[in-house]
């Protein structure tokens, strides 16, 4: 059970005991300091702190004024630095007005603002914790149904899919989603289901028999990490022995580090084969809930029984009208239709920065939204409030639970510089470390060097699957991520730019696909810089800077002339993001590739 250690000051004590109730509600085991035996204070304090998973600090006045807090916490911090486990984690909570400057690892850590304890506000300390106590769009959004209704229908059927794989980013509704599916199969009566939510027992997370142990809800006593042969057998005879259809559910699977998710992978796999061989009549059936799909390859032996992965996507425009709509009954369907347009720009679909932008908007009453989206205080009131208490975060950054506040510092200082790209690699990264000075400070002060960045960066969950060497932040949090990091227009610019120089480094040096791929990627920084410092020339320059780049990349021995044509035509047919980004300007995307034709007809 994951021990959480509350630490306040006595004035605080009302709202102090809500979130107490809340966590216990929730199966954490809390330590207030009531509990403690006056005899034994500093000792049961020590012993306390030592054990704990969590600690959350309730920031006050009264929290900065009080000797015993400022101790606890500074206790805490240590631990969480310089532990070899770096526990515990480290939340707080603003419950009351507090003075600055605040002390100065405070801002390091996720912060939640609890002065007024809405439902809200407790269910998104919740969701750092792990827990969606509602469901995430708090049925405003009227979507995943066919999702659902695919899985469903699939564990249905005699002959439909067993084995799925539910992915998604951070703060997607993956949770939600596992429980809803949950809740309707024991509505209709359709067997047994057992869930388990790896974010509240992190003593698992390094433990991969126990964690199918724990799953399957067997009497087998493993005697190592790794399951034998017997023990597999002996689980899957347990299993057998059920009489009911089986669901198994495994959610925040992206705590297991690579190898403990392999074991569990491969224990899984051992035990459905069993199962399949022996034909048991009853349904057996799992969903692994991830953030990062990548490390379930393989879940499944047989072709009749390998995985499904479903993948939980942005919310789209018609999502966001009918959220729009429900807010705001008697507007216009233009109205309407603009609105829900703009919330899309201004979220990517993302939904719990949605609802946020969501809230905003109907407490307007949609006056003036378009004109208040560019404000910078409704920035930082909304979008930049969601990034640092939702993405950046450390449950995001080190879903296994290490890392700590150094360690946070280096990995946002490495996505700093790179969310302005599409597609990056170790290069990427490579360029930004040896030309920032202030990023190797960072890195070394976290006891990293550039490699053990990029592996910290890539066991994120922030990134998508891989594409061979290439990686991807996932594309709707990039863009918000590069809202966040470059505010100005001349500072997208110069990020622009240097994506630009930093493919064009390469361009000698790189063969074959790679250059086609580096020439687009060029071409999309030419074309986002164009729009901020020179829109009304991109007709002009955009096709010039094809040629250009045509010229400029059509080095490699592998590729002919017509070859290399048609491979930039079809990555940028195939590019949604590039076509989208021209769509008011009617007829340039095609010029753009005449540019190009011509230009490798002419040669070099």
Not at 27 to 42: C, H, I, P, S
Not at 391 to 400: A, G, I, K, N, Y
Not at 414 to 422: D, E, F, G, M
């Amino acid at each position: 059970m994951t021990r959480v250690f509350l630490s306040y000051a006595e004035e605080d004590g009302a709202v102090t005991g809500t979130l107490a109730e809340l966590l216990e509600q929730h199966d954490f085991e809390v330590f207030r300091y009531e509990k403690t035996n006056l005899g034994l204070f500093v000792q049961t304090l020590a012993d306390e702190l030592g054990k704990a998973d969590r600690f959350v600090a309730l920031l006050s006045r009264h929290y900065q004024r009080s000797e015993w807090c400022m101790k606890e916490w500074n206790t805490a911090d240590r631990l969480s630095t310089e532990s070899k486990t770096n526990r515990p984690v480290i939340t707080v909570c603003e419950v009351g007005e507090f003075d600055e400057p605040l002390h100065p690892f405070i801002g390091n850590h996720a912060r939640h603002d609890l002065r007024a304890t809405t439902e809200a506000k407790l269910a998104a300390v919740l969701a750092t914790f792990g827990v969606l106590a509602a469901p995430l769009d708090g049925g405003r959004f009227r979507n995943r149904e066919q999702e659902l209704t695919n899985l469903l229908n699939a564990l249905s059927l005699s002959s439909g899919q067993d084995l799925w794989v539910v992915a998604a980013p951070p703060r997607m509704g993956k949770s939600w989603f596992l429980r809803e599916a949950e809740r309707r199969l024991t509505a209709k009566g359709w067997g047994e289901t057992r869930l388990l939510d790896l974010a509240r027992w992190p003593e698992l997370w390094s433990a991969p028999a126990k964690v199918v142990v724990e799953l399957m809800g067997v009497n087998v006593e493993p005697e190592g990490d790794a399951l034998t042969e017997d023990e597999i057998e002996d689980i899957a005879r347990e299993v057998s022995k059920r009489g009911n259809n089986q669901l198994y559910l495994l959610d925040s699977a992206e705590r297991l580090d690579r190898e403990t998710a392999a074991e569990v992978r491969s224990a899984l796999t051992a035990v459905y084969t069993h199962l399949v061989e022996r034909r048991v009549r009853k349904r057996f059936s799992m969903i692994i809930g991830t953030r990062r799909p990548d490390s379930w390859r393989g879940l499944g032996r047989y072709t009749q029984c390998r995985f499904r992965t479903l993948g939980l996507s942005e919310f789209k425009l018609e999502v966001i009208e009918d959220a729009v709509r429900d807010g705001a009954a008697d507007a216009e369907d233009s109205l309407v239709r603009k609105s829900a347009l703009l919330l899309q720009q201004e979220s990517d679909g993302l939904p719990a920065l949605l609802l946020a932008w969501l809230d905003w908007a109907h407490e307007a009453n949609l006056i003036g939204i378009e004109r208040g989206l560019r404000k910078a205080t409704t920035f930082e009131a909304v979008t930049a409030k969601y990034v640092r208490n939702d993405l950046l975060t450390h449950d995001v950054l080190f879903p296994s639970g290490a890392g700590n506040a150094l360690a946070k510092k280096a990995l946002e200082h490495a996505l700093k510089v790179l969310v302005p790209y599409r597609l990056i690699t170790q290069s990427h990264l490579k360029f930004h470390f040896d030309d920032d000075a202030a990023m190797r400070d960072d890195v070394t002060a976290a006891g990293w060097d550039m490699r053990e960045l990029w592996t910290a960066l890539n066991s994120t969950s922030l990134l998508d699957p891989r594409m061979g060497l290439w990686r991807v932040i996932n594309s709707p949090i990039r863009r918000v991520l590069y809202r966040y990091y470059y505010r100005s227009d001349a500072e997208r610019v110069t990020a622009h730019e240097e994506a630009k120089w930093c493919y064009q480094r390469w361009t000698v040096n790189e063969a074959g696909s790679e250059q086609v791929m580096m020439m687009k990627e060029c071409l999309w920084h030419e074309l986002c810089r164009q729009l901020l410092q020179q829109p009304s020339e991109l007709r002009q320059a955009l096709p010039e800077a094809a040629t250009q780049y045509a010229k400029a990349f059509l080095s490699s021995g592998l590729y002919d002339r017509r070859e290399f044509v048609e491979c930039v035509h079809e990555l940028l047919i195939e590019d949604h993001e590039f076509q989208l980004t021209l769509h008011d300007h009617v007829g340039l995307f095609q010029e753009v590739l005449s540019a190009i034709d011509t230009a490798v007809s002419e040669g070099t």
